[in-house]
């Protein structure tokens, strides 16, 4: 087990369906989704996860890696696992 364990599922099927938190924490910026597991229909919020980072304080810019945030939730569980 781990502690972001989102449902009982070996790999969570994760949908997102929205954002419940965002926040930045110094140069990278925080949220927290809700959705829903799609192979077992549970419902919630994920733990925190990074969005992306704040590159250039001054600018603002913005690296968005959501798409690896939401695939490293689904494959999160599989260090454990042994590969068949
Ligand atoms: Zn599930």
């Known amino acids: 087990m781990t ?13 997102a369906e929205g954002f419940t938190e965002i926040g930045v924490d110094a140069a990278s910026v925080q949220a927290r989704l809700s959705g829903r597991c799609i192979q077992c229909g549970t419902e919630g919020t994920t733990e925190w996860m990074t969005l992306g980072r704040i590159v250039e304080r001054d600018e603002r810019a913005f690296l968005p890696v959501d798409n690896d945030a939401v695939q490293a939730l689904s494959q999160r569980s599989s260090n454990d696992e042994p590969d068949d």
């Open 3 to 15: 502690e972001t364990e989102f449902c009982s599922c070996d790999v969570t099927d994760f949908l």
